[in-house]
């Protein structure tokens, strides 16, 4: 259903269901939400989401009639408490993105819109169908696509329902790099290995600061700004790789 492997300092976490295409029901949300919490997670210090070649995932399971179905109105209102997984991986407190290639549809989209950025491979097809089966892009599901790709494509791409490539994905914003498949996955180790070797505390406060700006606005970011840069400057970190620069010139 997921396996996690550590690759030195970084774990993968690997969706493992090609024969549903790595669809998401409640208890791979389960695994997702244990292995993040795991220790192999825990002892690492970066996280890659990653699928098969066919799809890193085909969204939620519609063979289910219950899927995307409520029992009433008031039930579903009274029990709603946001996301458990979305939430837990955008605010995860070391660096998580996720590797696609493959088929990321519906809610198998919105997990790596959680991450810190996105890495794809060719075959890679990103759609958000929702609409189209009258719902919506839950949990500000359309919202965390404008974050990467701006207002009006993300409204192209929620009202319209269309496929979206590698290519195009790569154009618009929505990943940062397209590798080949047999690349991915080393490309994706490369990158968060060179994070990995970052100092632990500026990148936590960079990638908070992101966060909470967005939560909160630009005003409140830079106040908050100030107090994580004087803790910052304050770290032996900082002191050393100051050092080692000045040696270096």
């Given at each position: 259903m997921l396996d996690v492997r550590r690759e030195g300092s970084i774990c993968v976490l690997a969706f493992q269901r090609e024969e549903k295409l790595n669809a998401i029901?409640?208890?791979v949300e389960r695994a997702m939400l244990e292995a993040l919490a795991g220790p192999d997670v825990q002892e690492?210090?970066?996280?890659?989401?990653a699928g098969s070649d066919r799809a890193f995932s085909a969204g939620a399971d519609l063979?289910?009639?219950?899927t995307h179905s409520v029992e009433s109105a008031d039930q579903h209102l009274a029990g709603l408490r946001g996301s458990p997984v979305f939430?837990?991986?955008?605010r995860y407190p070391k660096p998580i993105i996720s590797a696609v290639n493959g088929y990321a549809i519906g809610i198998g989209c919105l997990v790596p819109?959680?991450?810190d950025f996105i890495l794809a491979g060719p075959q890679a097809v990103f759609c958000l169908p929702q609409?189209?089966?009258?719902i919506l892009p839950a949990y500000g599901g359309t919202l965390r696509l404008?974050?990467?790709?701006?207002?009006?494509?993300?409204?192209?791409m929620a009202l319209t329902g269309r496929k979206v490539g590698a290519d195009e994905a790569l154009r618009m914003g929505m990943v940062v790099a397209v590798y080949s498949q047999d690349e991915l996955i080393p490309q994706a180790l490369q990158t968060m290995q060179a994070i990995a070797d970052m100092p632990v505390s500026a990148v936590r406060l960079a990638r908070e600061s992101l966060r909470l700006g967005y939560e909160g606005g630009l005003a409140a970011t830079a106040h908050a700004d100030l107090y994580r840069f004087m803790a910052l400057s304050q770290t032996s970190d900082r002191a050393a790789r100051h050092e080692a620069w000045r040696k270096r010139r």
């Open positions: 029901s409640t208890d690492s210090r970066c996280v890659v989401f063979k289910n009639p219950r939430d837990t991986i955008e819109l959680c991450c609409v189209s089966l009258g404008a974050r990467f790709v701006g207002r009006g494509n993300a409204l192209n």
